[in-house]
Nanobody
Framework: QVQLVESGGGLVQAGGSLRLSCAAS????????MGWFRQGPGKERQFVAA????????YYADSVKGRFTISRDNVKNTMYLQMNSLKPEDTAVYYC?????????????????WGQGTQVTVSS
């Protein structure tokens, strides 16, 4: 079993910043990746960013490049998403997920475990 616990969501004004955290625990093997997805009102869940635990390589959706930064703490098995220059269109429930594939993926079906989601609301 793998458990993912998220924290850090909240309400901010446009242009502000938030940092999301996701801690993984349980039976976790050496090679895996973690990612962030988000789902806004009336929209499907979409990819935000991913990071490899083997080499730290990252992959970002075009909509967040230059504004969001994904990082990891290998010892704590914790992933972070630093979100800067937030826009109202960033408003969504943000989910963390764990993927067993060796390659970074933007497909939600590739991720086996999911967190509970945390609400991020950006006001104009």
């Amino acid at each position: 079993q793998v458990q993912l616990v998220e924290s850090g969501g909240g309400l901010v004004q446009a242009g502000g910043s938030l940092r999301l955290s996701c801690a993984a625990s349980g039976r976790i093997f050496t090679n895996y990746a973690m990612g962030w997805f988000r789902q806004g009102p009336g929209k499907e869940r979409q990819f935000v960013a991913a990071i490899s635990w083997s080499d730290g390589s990252t992959y970002y959706a075009d909509s967040v490049k230059g504004r969001f930064t994904i990082s990891r703490d290998n010892v704590k098995n914790t992933m972070y998403l630093q979100m800067n220059s937030l826009k109202p269109e960033d408003t969504a429930v943000y989910y963390c997920a764990l993927d067993w594939t060796r390659y970074l993926s933007s497909r939600k079906d590739d991720y086996r475990y999911w967190g509970q989601g945390t609400q991020v609301t950006v006001s104009s």
